[in-house]
């Protein structure tokens, strides 16, 4: 029984946890949350962001930045793939300050320094943790 109360929680917290989705369930963000970086451009490079599945935040919406910028609002399970000039490129989250419900009026920021080059993909994943909150991560399959 005190085996039982011991691991329970931690199950629980457990199910906070992000988990990375098949391929057949992940969709592109719709054109209308795109709102940057989306023309490619001589000598760009891409970066494309994945979300994960999760119970936290999973109603919300995340903006995504390139260089401080928002560039695109993310939900759950979804991709976005922007065209970058080549250079570091300060990648970042922050609550979608375009909802006027609580899930835009949180503290997070979160943001990764990708040094790309001409014609490179770069991958970033955004998490959640039970104990960190959101992040956002090189994305290593």
Do not use: W
């Not at 929680?9 to 709102?35: H, M, Q, T, W, Y």
């Not at 560039?71 to 991709?79: D, L, P, S």
């Not at 979608?96 to 790309?116: I, K, S, W």
């Amino acid at each position: 029984m005190r085996s039982t109360l011991i691991v329970l929680p931690l199950l629980l917290l457990a199910g906070c946890s992000s988990f990375r989705g098949d391929p057949e369930n992940i969709k592109p963000v719709s054109e209308d949350r795109l709102l940057a970086f989306q023309e490619a451009q001589a000598n760009s490079a891409q970066i494309v962001v994945n979300r994960d599945f999760g119970v936290m935040g999973g109603g919300c919406y995340v903006a995504i930045e390139v260089d401080r910028k928002v560039a695109a609002r993310i939900g759950m399970g979804e991709v976005a793939t922007f065209q970058v000039p080549p250079g570091t490129r300060v990648v970042g989250i922050t609550p979608d300050r375009m909802d006027d419900t609580l899930c835009g009026m949180g503290r997070l920021l979160r943001e990764v320094a990708v040094p790309v080059k001409t014609g490179e993909t770069h991958r970033l994943r955004i998490i959640s943790q039970n104990r960190g909150g959101f992040d956002i991560v090189p994305d290593t399959p």
